[in-house]
Protein backbone atom coordinates (compact mmCIF):
# COMPACT_ATOMS: atom_id res chain seq x y z
CA UNK A 1 0.00 0.00 0.00
CA UNK A 2 2.52 2.50 0.53
CA UNK A 3 3.60 2.17 -3.14
CA UNK A 4 -0.21 3.38 -4.20
CA UNK A 5 0.20 6.03 -1.74
CA UNK A 6 2.88 7.55 -3.40
CA UNK A 7 1.60 6.83 -6.76
CA UNK A 8 -1.44 8.90 -5.34
CA UNK A 9 0.68 11.61 -4.03
CA UNK A 10 2.64 11.75 -7.28
CA UNK A 11 -0.16 12.04 -9.41
CA UNK A 12 -1.50 14.41 -7.57
CA UNK A 13 1.16 16.94 -8.27
CA UNK A 14 1.09 16.19 -11.65
CA UNK A 15 -2.03 17.04 -12.14
CA UNK A 16 -1.29 20.54 -10.11
CA UNK A 17 1.09 20.80 -12.24
CA UNK A 18 -0.48 19.75 -15.68
CA UNK A 19 -4.06 19.58 -15.14
CA UNK A 20 -4.84 18.59 -19.21
CA UNK A 21 -2.21 16.01 -18.86
CA UNK A 22 -4.28 12.87 -19.91
CA UNK A 23 -0.87 10.10 -20.36
CA UNK A 24 -1.01 7.65 -17.24
CA UNK A 25 -4.10 8.40 -15.88
CA UNK A 26 -5.78 5.44 -16.32
CA UNK A 27 -2.91 4.90 -14.22
CA UNK A 28 -3.84 6.92 -11.51
CA UNK A 29 -7.60 5.62 -11.89
CA UNK A 30 -6.32 2.13 -11.03
CA UNK A 31 -4.58 3.66 -7.62
CA UNK A 32 -7.52 5.04 -7.14
CA UNK A 33 -9.80 2.32 -7.41
CA UNK A 34 -6.73 -0.13 -5.51
CA UNK A 35 -7.15 2.39 -2.99
CA UNK A 36 -11.30 2.55 -3.07
CA UNK A 37 -11.50 6.40 -3.83
CA UNK A 38 -14.63 6.44 -5.06
CA UNK A 39 -15.41 10.31 -4.74
CA UNK A 40 -11.55 10.87 -6.12
CA UNK A 41 -12.17 8.67 -8.98
CA UNK A 42 -15.64 10.01 -9.42
CA UNK A 43 -14.41 13.43 -9.73
CA UNK A 44 -11.42 12.45 -12.15
CA UNK A 45 -14.16 11.03 -14.27
CA UNK A 46 -16.26 13.48 -14.70
CA UNK A 47 -13.30 16.21 -15.18
CA UNK A 48 -11.38 13.86 -18.14
CA UNK A 49 -14.41 13.37 -19.87
CA UNK A 50 -15.55 17.01 -20.06
CA UNK A 51 -12.35 17.95 -21.35
CA UNK A 52 -11.38 15.07 -23.36
CA UNK A 53 -14.40 12.35 -23.80
CA UNK A 54 -12.66 10.90 -27.10
CA UNK A 55 -9.43 9.39 -24.89
CA UNK A 56 -9.01 5.90 -24.14
CA UNK A 57 -7.20 6.95 -21.15
CA UNK A 58 -10.84 8.85 -20.09
CA UNK A 59 -13.26 5.41 -20.96
CA UNK A 60 -10.88 3.37 -18.80
CA UNK A 61 -10.90 5.33 -16.18
CA UNK A 62 -15.09 6.09 -16.28
CA UNK A 63 -14.51 1.84 -16.73
CA UNK A 64 -12.52 1.93 -13.38
CA UNK A 65 -15.33 4.34 -11.82
CA UNK A 66 -17.86 1.74 -12.91
CA UNK A 67 -15.82 -1.45 -11.76
CA UNK A 68 -15.46 0.19 -8.02
CA UNK A 69 -19.18 0.84 -7.93
CA UNK A 70 -19.94 -2.73 -9.04
CA UNK A 71 -21.44 -2.27 -12.21
CA UNK A 72 -19.43 -4.41 -14.23
CA UNK A 73 -21.24 -4.65 -17.20
CA UNK A 74 -20.69 -1.17 -17.60
CA UNK A 75 -17.10 -0.88 -17.13
CA UNK A 76 -16.96 -3.23 -20.23
CA UNK A 77 -18.62 -1.01 -21.86
CA UNK A 78 -16.60 2.09 -21.29
CA UNK A 79 -13.49 -0.50 -22.16
CA UNK A 80 -14.62 -1.51 -24.92
CA UNK A 81 -15.28 2.45 -25.84
CA UNK A 82 -11.42 3.05 -25.29
CA UNK A 83 -10.92 0.00 -27.58
CA UNK A 84 -12.64 1.88 -30.41
CA UNK A 85 -10.56 4.62 -29.94
CA UNK A 86 -7.09 2.80 -29.78
CA UNK A 87 -7.11 -1.14 -29.97
CA UNK A 88 -3.22 -0.96 -28.52
CA UNK A 89 -4.41 0.20 -24.84
CA UNK A 90 -2.80 -2.02 -22.85
CA UNK A 91 -5.01 -0.48 -19.72
CA UNK A 92 -8.50 -1.25 -21.33
CA UNK A 93 -7.76 -5.17 -22.18
CA UNK A 94 -6.56 -5.90 -18.78
CA UNK A 95 -8.75 -4.23 -17.18
CA UNK A 96 -11.49 -5.60 -19.12
CA UNK A 97 -10.28 -9.55 -18.42
CA UNK A 98 -10.70 -8.00 -15.18
CA UNK A 99 -14.55 -7.17 -15.49
CA UNK A 100 -15.02 -10.41 -17.21
CA UNK A 101 -13.48 -12.76 -14.50
CA UNK A 102 -16.23 -10.25 -12.31
CA UNK A 103 -18.94 -11.68 -14.71
CA UNK A 104 -18.11 -15.04 -14.80
CA UNK A 105 -16.73 -15.09 -18.44
CA UNK A 106 -13.53 -16.74 -18.03
CA UNK A 107 -13.51 -17.51 -22.04
CA UNK A 108 -13.69 -13.38 -22.86
CA UNK A 109 -11.53 -13.01 -19.95
CA UNK A 110 -8.65 -15.13 -21.35
CA UNK A 111 -9.23 -13.38 -24.79
CA UNK A 112 -8.34 -10.19 -23.34
CA UNK A 113 -5.51 -11.13 -21.46
CA UNK A 114 -3.87 -12.72 -24.07
CA UNK A 115 -4.45 -9.52 -26.38
CA UNK A 116 -3.00 -7.69 -23.53
CA UNK A 117 -0.17 -9.94 -23.22
CA UNK A 118 -0.01 -9.49 -27.14
CA UNK A 119 -0.01 -5.76 -27.09
CA UNK A 120 2.75 -6.06 -24.09
CA UNK A 121 5.15 -7.98 -26.32
CA UNK A 122 4.97 -5.76 -28.71
CA UNK A 123 5.96 -2.91 -26.83
CA UNK A 124 9.05 -5.05 -25.42
Same mark, same amino acid.
Given at each position: ???????HDDFKE?????????????????? #?????? +? !???? %? =?????????? &?????????????? #?????? +? !???? %? =?????????? &???????????????????????????????????
Amino acid at each position: MPDFDQGHDDFKELRRRDPLRMEGLDVFSNI #LYVKEC +K !AELS %F =LAHTTNKSAP &LRPETNCIIGNYYS #LKGQHE +K !AVTY %F =LKALRLDRRC &LSAWTLMGHEFIELKNSGAAVESYRQAVGRLLLLL
